[in-house]
């Protein structure tokens, strides 16, 4: 339950005097990727409260789509505050795993129903949730693994199982569903030949790179995706989980492109993904409608002749790859002749 609430923006000098505070023994971070910047406000803001607290313990636990999220927070506090911070503060790594759609009129709707009040901060979310959280406290921690969340030394699986499979098909069904012109992503998802490609992309391209945490079976793993993604009720718009695609692809899709490549394979679906990507930034869905770009690359994206190009989205070699920018031309010419759903109904 929550006991109080701050606002950042309204009330920043309240919230950096609960950061200061010795009390206070762990702070939760659930931002987006452009939030771990040294410029961000919410980094400001968290290091003021740090250089504040005295060398009290604390831990620094983030809670979003990042890999190896603490590290990464790790490199920015020290860069800021310098190494001897270090001594006090930790910076836990961890992976959440739970869909939770922007919120809605309709949202707001079910909530005054189902309460008897407005309540303008209610969320929607789906019945599934996942907490793994790596051990690295400096001071008392609540037991979570109590209410089902998993501590571990090995973060990095989970987190790449995730961000590969889980999110990598959100974001292929959210690109091509967007296309075809259909509002959420079980709609998406229902599409002719849609859920029979995500299956082979599951499959063939996002399975062969993983290790999977012990115990864990990749094939039941790839099937509950599916199951979770089909689920009417969540109305996740494909639009909403297109936005900031810049940021997202390098961890949901482009490193499964790369570790297919460097074993010598043709990821002939994580392909098909990338060219309805790059089809989806040009603005224009299969019948003509305007699609927004809502990214913090949109000026480059609209402006580069070869996408591949943009090297502050691509890790090197892409645009090099002969094979690969065939394999993307043939999906581009397929998808600008026939829409996602020809495309997909014309697979074997």
């Known amino acids: 339950m929550h006991a109080a609430a701050l606002h950042a923006a309204g009330d920043p000098a309240g919230v950096e005097a609960r950061l200061a505070d010795p009390a206070v023994r762990v702070v939760t971070l659930t931002v987006t990727e452009k939030a771990y910047s040294r410029d961000s406000a919410i980094f400001r803001l968290l290091v003021r409260g740090l250089r504040a607290r005295g060398g009290a313990p604390v831990a620094l636990l983030s809670c979003d789509n990042l890999p190896s999220n603490g590290r990464r927070l790790r490199e920015l506090v020290v860069a800021e505050l310098g190494e001897s911070i270090v001594e006090s503060v930790g910076f836990p790594c961890s992976m959440v795993d739970r869909i939770v759609p922007a919120s809605t009129e309709g949202t707001y709707a079910m909530a005054q129903a189902a309460l008897g009040v407005v309540d303008r901060a209610a969320v929607a ?133 790369a570790d297919r490549r460097a074993a010598g394979a043709t990821p002939r679906y994580a392909a098909l993904v990338l060219a309805a990507w790059m089809r989806f930034v040009r603005g224009r869905a299969d019948d003509g409608t305007p699609l927004p770009l809502d990214d913090p690359l949109a000026d480059r994206l609209r402006a580069a002749p070869s996408l591949l190009e943009l090297d502050a989205v691509f890790p090197p070699g892409f645009a090099d790859d002969a094979e690969l920018r065939a394999e993307l031309d043939e999906w581009g010419k397929a998808l600008q002749r026939h829409g996602v759903v020809g495309t997909l109904g014309a697979l074997p």
């Open 125 to 257: 979310a789906e019945p599934f949730s996942q907490w793994v959280i790596e051990d690295d406290f400096p001071a008392d921690r609540p037991a979570w693994e109590l209410a089902g969340a998993i501590f571990t030394d090995d973060v990095a699986s989970w987190e790449r199982l995730k961000l590969r499979m889980l999110n990598g098909v959100h974001s292929a069904l959210a690109y091509l569903g967007a296309l075809a012109g259909a509002p959420t992503i079980d709609r998406a998802l229902a599409l002719p030949g849609m859920r029979a490609a995500m299956e082979s992309f599951i499959r063939t391209d996002i399975a062969p790179t993983l290790r999977p945490p012990e115990g864990l079976s990749i094939q039941r793993y790839g099937e509950s995706v599916l199951e979770r993604f089909s689920n009417p009720a969540l109305r996740h718009r494909t639009l909403q989980v297109a936005m900031d695609g810049t940021q997202k692809l390098p961890q949901r899709l482009l490193g499964t492109i």
